[in-house]
């Protein structure tokens, strides 16, 4: 045994004890490849050889993508996934073919759900990773870069072909803690649409029932009841990215503007590396753990993030009004459901949390709230006819500003008056009787009564000239 403060292993038979190495290491599994339960123990080489061999792989784009999705699933085994058993498939099927049915009295948007799933958190992971990898790599690929840039010019013309291993080195760094992100997350996420955002295959709705079943454990509430009103919440977000076109792709550019805007502070990184004792390990932790490659946001991803948040406020909040409508008179505690979705959306989840820091990037609507109230203002002024019809087009959805007064979002916009077959038929003879005919004497100059110009036309100067 040691008397080094710094060493926790209590087993001086770990070489890498109280070095980054032992970091890098654990993310392989949770602990140093052949390592005992308290993480100490003489570490297995062949799988750190194994290991090291993979993040060397070439890889196209800034992450090591393999290598993120082995990272995730290793983080998920690390408890019990058990693959979904049929009665779970049923049951969730039911839940979301009942949670259509009710929707379908409180919004116009037609059914989004072509497929129902249910999955596990190695499933979310797979199914989910895709749209993962458009979001993460515009971030990655500049603090991946800004490694290879941190170094001198002169070392760069002699590093030569090693510049190369950096990108390499970088990507499977980053893919190491994108995989640990998604792993987590994947112990976290209840639906395909939890965190606001498409990330499944269009049009399947699924659940992750080990997740749920964690959610409900924590509550007062039938299990039942727990799975009906998640699998109402997720047809309701599979509604929106189905039947408004342009929002997938919204959401996702949103975020994908965010990510290419991203800059990092080359001096800052050349600064920390010129005052780091490479002979100090700590003091390379220290600097890693203390944000070296952290982005720094500019205006323009100021205004990303703005509308992102915005955007996804609106979202939860049109999910969360037309939910509440849909169980207002069937379940008694759908009051009690709404309230624990949003204090967990509020204030997300470790796994979350992690992602944010990882991409500078909240995934959480600051403003659920007030984008529910304004949601609900509108449907009770105009009826969901005219609340849903705010989707038709980017440019007519509330702004951040109108979140700040939710109930005046429209208010001096009235709700078109229906007119009947005789109303309509008599207000279209009346335009055709006020439009001038061809041959009309009003036609011809487009002037007053007797074919003389009207000087006061528009177009025309006093004079009656053009």
Do not use: C
């Not at 032992?22 to 339960?37: C, D």
């Not at 990108?167 to 649409?193: D, H, I, N, P, R």
């Not at 780091?276 to 205004?303: S, V």
């Amino acid at each position: 045994m040691t008397n080094d403060p710094n060493d926790r292993s209590g087993d001086e038979s770990n070489p890498f004890r109280g070095t980054p190495f032992e970091q890098l290491f654990s993310a392989f599994g949770g602990g140093l490849p052949g390592a005992g339960a308290g993480g100490s123990g003489m570490p297995d080489f062949n799988a750190i050889m194994q290991q090291m061999q993979a993040m060397m792989q070439p890889h196209e784009g800034s992450v090591n993508w393999n290598l993120a999705k082995d990272v995730a699933r290793r983080t998920v085994a690390q408890e019990p996934d058990p693959t979904p058993t049929q009665k779970q498939r049923d049951a969730a099927a039911d839940a979301l073919r009942l949670a259509d049915h009710w929707l379908d009295q409180v919004t116009d948007l037609p059914s989004g759900v072509s497929t129902a799933a249910v999955w596990s958190r190695a499933e979310w992971v797979e199914e989910t990773v895709e749209v993962w990898q458009r979001l993460v790599e515009p971030v990655a690929e500049h603090v991946v870069g800004a490694m290879g840039n941190a170094l001198p010019e002169e070392a760069k013309a002699m590093a030569g072909p090693l510049i190369g291993m950096i990108g390499q080195a970088g990507g499977a760094m980053f893919g190491a803690q994108v995989g640990q992100a998604l792993g987590g997350l994947a112990g976290e996420v209840l639906t395909a649409s939890d965190i606001g955002l498409p990330l499944g295959p269009s049009g399947k709705a699924a659940l992750v029932p080990a997740n749920v079943k964690v959610f409900s454990d924590g509550l007062d509430v039938p299990d039942e009841d727990v799975l009906l009103y998640l699998a109402l919440r997720e047809a309701a977000h599979q509604r929106l990215f189905a039947h408004v076109p342009w929002l997938r792709a919204h959401l996702l550019s949103a975020v994908e503007d965010y990510g290419r805007d991203t800059t990092i502070d080359v001096s800052r990184i050349e600064e920390s590396m010129r005052n780091i004792d490479p002979m100090n390990p700590a003091a390379i932790q220290e600097a890693l753990e203390g944000g070296l490659f952290e982005p720094q946001k500019t205006p323009a991803q100021e205004a990303a993030l703005a509308r992102l948040e915005t955007t996804l406020a609106l979202v939860e909040g049109w999910v969360d009004e037309i939910v509440g409508q849909a169980t207002a008179d069937r379940m008694p505690n759908a009051a009690r459901l709404q309230e624990a979705v949003r204090r967990r959306r509020a204030s997300g989840g470790p796994a979350e949390q992690t992602f944010a820091a990882l991409v500078g990037l909240e995934l959480r609507p600051r403003r659920l709230r007030d984008a529910s109230t304004l949601w609900g203002s509108l449907g009770a002024r105009q009826g969901q006819q005219g609340r849903d019809a705010v989707w038709a087009h980017p440019d007519l959805l509330p702004t951040s500003a109108d979140l700040d007064d939710p109930l005046g979002f429209r208010e001096g916009v009235e709700e078109p008056q229906a007119l009947t077959d005789e109303e309509f038929d008599a207000a279209l003879a009346d335009l055709l009787d006020s439009t001038p005919r061809e041959g009309d004497g009003g036609s011809e100059g487009g002037g007053s009564e007797g074919g003389e110009p009207d000087k006061d036309a528009p177009g025309r100067d006093p004079d009656g000239d053009r």
